[in-house]
């Protein structure tokens, strides 16, 4: 079965950290640059960051740069998010998202169901 | 960053109603932009892709157009499946960015 399933939300205090993981099964993992995306309550959808297919390029949104890593484990099939310095802003639904190649184009083709994450003192 | 504007941010729609969701982008885009369904408590779920492409396993009743900063979803006949949330998204330069959203209500 095609699926991502993320793993590792929950409550946080501000400053802290949180390391998030999304297991790949059902495809070559390995083909496919990987995304994560996160929704505020009651809020829109907000990227956070990607990574090349394998591991060679990385990008962050500014709201996370310097303080999210991103990184795969392709033998495990497995995506991370390695949150540190953890803000009250933070808090949300983290998704890994699969791309979706057509010609130059991305868009996001296999979700996860979410991980919450609750930044909170 | 490109900002992605969409509109309305709701609506309020019969069961066979057509549907028409548009967005902006700040700059042109050509046709890297992307439409995705939310239902609440759910993952997104990719509809069209490069501007008009339906994704695997759409419906017809969805269809999408536009080029440069203008783009539209339609949806032909509202199913009551399709109450929903909507999304566009551009790929054309990073970061990615979304647009606020639709959410489809059930007049």
């Known amino acids: 079965q095609v699926q991502l399933v993320e793993s590792g939300g929950g409550v946080a205090q501000p400053g802290r950290s949180l390391r998030l993981s999304c297991a790949a099964s059902?495809?070559?993992?390995?083909?496919?640059?990987m995304h994560w995306v996160r929704q505020a309550p009651g809020k829109g959808l907000e990227w956070v960051a990607v990574i090349w297919y394998d591991g060679s390029n990385k990008y962050y949104a500014d709201s996370v740069k310097g303080r999210f890593t991103i990184s795969r484990d392709n033998p495990k099939n497995t995506l991370h998010l390695q949150m540190d310095s953890l803000r009250v802003e933070d808090t949300a639904v983290y998704y890994c998202?699969?791309?979706?190649?057509?010609?130059?184009?991305?868009?996001?083709?296999?979700w996860g169901q979410g991980t919450l994450v609750t930044v909170s003192s | 960053d490109i900002q992605m504007t969409q509109s309305p941010s709701s609506l309020s729609a019969s069961v066979g109603d057509r549907v028409t969701i548009t967005c902006r982008a700040s700059?042109?885009?050509?046709?890297?932009l992307h439409w995705y369904q939310q239902k609440p408590g759910k993952a997104p779920r990719l509809l069209i892709y490069g501007a008009s492409s339906l994704h695997s396993g759409v419906p017809s009743r969805f269809s999408a157009s536009g080029s440069g900063t203008d783009f539209t979803l339609t949806i032909s006949s509202l199913q009551p499946e399709d109450f929903a949330s909507y999304y566009c998204q551009q790929s054309h330069s990073s970061p990615l960015t979304f647009g606020g959203g639709t959410k489809v209500e059930i007049k």
């Open positions: 059902g495809f070559t993992f390995s083909h496919y640059g």
């Open positions: 998202a699969r791309v979706f190649h057509s010609g130059n184009s991305q868009s996001l083709d296999l």
């Open positions: 700059q042109s885009i050509n046709t890297f």
